[in-house]
């Protein structure tokens, strides 16, 4: 099974509920409308699903996961704005052709379990949450409702960046992704090692991109006393938007066995990394994915 665990894609229902609103996210034609980014042209053809899916079919993909952009803030929305527009997603998401699959997502204010676990039943591969939701002990003690709800169904969780605070007049248009995005990946990768895992001492999670590049501090963190330890073979690593140099230095850090391929595809383009072995990759692209998304231990209580 090829993977790619990280891109987006928006069904047609959804992107007319972000049309139909006048404030944040909004959708006016194809231009959108955050906090804390620039006005940004949506290309049409990004979302065009019989494009998107003879794409994902050159490829070579036999599964891509699509989830709701965290950054458009719509987990934070009050409950009567978000629900709609989790609906739509989840149901327009989960019709899309093969080789697509989603990731779900909850609303925050007022998060829901029950919703999370329907959208789990109807097929979703797991949870997304914004790493805005997860930077320190809070934050994990908020969303552990939802988080327990998903290791019930003992799928995973996929941290992905969230909004970005406003920035600065001149503030380049890349600065979003190169710093809030890493920044909010590294704190949410320290902070489930100091209070996350510990509450979730089974959950299978992976960060996008990288964790922001987290565990390379291995040896800080070692220095100012907080452990090396080590390795969590259930902690996985997304590779949208890095290539060869990254990749490498995290494989000399957690190991080949916990990073994934990802894409962010329509906002980044697919780079595969040169590791110098075919068998490397083919874990990248396919064994790791599977072992991600796919229990390869009995539920407790199962019968083996």
């Given amino acids: 099974m090829l993977a790619d665990v990280h891109q987006h894609l928006w069904p047609p229902a959804f992107t007319e509920l972000l049309r139909a609103r006048t404030s944040a996210p909004h959708l006016d034609g194809w231009t959108?409308?955050?906090?804390?980014?620039?006005?940004?042209?949506?290309?049409?053809?990004?979302?065009?699903?019989?494009?998107?899916?003879?794409?994902?079919?050159?490829?070579?993909?036999?599964?891509?996961?699509?989830?709701?952009s965290s950054p458009l803030g719509i987990e934070y929305l009050p409950p009567d704005e978000a629900a709609p527009l989790l609906d739509a997603f989840h149901e327009g998401a989960l019709a899309l052709p093969a080789p697509f699959g989603a990731w779900a997502s909850a609303g925050l204010a007022a998060p829901d379990p029950a919703a999370l676990t329907h959208a789990l039943d109807q097929g979703c591969a797991g949870l997304?949450?914004?790493?805005?939701?997860?930077?320190?002990?809070?934050?994990?003690?908020?969303?552990?409702?939802?988080?327990?709800?998903l290791a019930r169904a003992d799928k995973p969780l996929f941290v992905h960046p969230g909004a970005a605070p406003p920035a600065g007049p001149g503030t380049p248009p890349w600065w979003p992704a190169l710093v809030p995005y890493v920044q909010q990946l590294h704190a949410s990768w320290f902070a489930?090692?100091?209070?996350?895992?510990?509450?979730?001492?089974?959950?299978?999670?992976?960060?996008?991109?990288?964790a922001g590049l987290a565990p390379l501090h291995g040896e800080r963190l070692a220095a100012r006393g907080g452990g090396r330890g080590t390795v969590d073979s259930d902690v996985f690593y997304e590779t949208?938007?890095?290539?060869?140099?990254?990749?490498?230095?995290?494989?000399?850090?957690?190991?080949?066995?916990v990073v994934v391929t990802g894409s962010d595809?329509?906002?980044?383009?697919?780079?595969?990394?040169?590791?110098g072995a075919e068998a490397a990759v083919h874990a990248l692209r396919a064994t790791n994915p599977a072992r991600l998304l796919k229990p390869v231990r009995p539920l407790e209580g199962a019968t083996p």
């Fill in 192 to 210: 489930f090692r100091a209070f996350g895992r510990s509450r979730h001492p089974r959950l299978r999670v992976c960060f996008a991109a990288l």
């Fill in 128 to 149: 997304q949450l914004p790493a805005t939701a997860l930077l320190d002990e809070a934050g994990w003690t908020h969303c552990a409702p939802l988080i327990d709800a």
């Fill in 32 to 68: 959108l409308h955050l906090h804390g980014e620039p006005p940004y042209a949506v290309d049409p053809a990004d979302h065009d699903i019989e494009a998107r899916t003879a794409l994902a079919r050159t490829d070579g993909l036999d599964l891509a996961l699509v989830s709701l």
């Fill in 240 to 257: 949208s938007s890095y290539g060869t140099r990254a990749v490498d230095a995290l494989v000399r850090a957690v190991g080949i066995d």
């Fill in 265 to 275: 595809r329509p906002y980044a383009l697919p780079a595969i990394p040169d590791l």
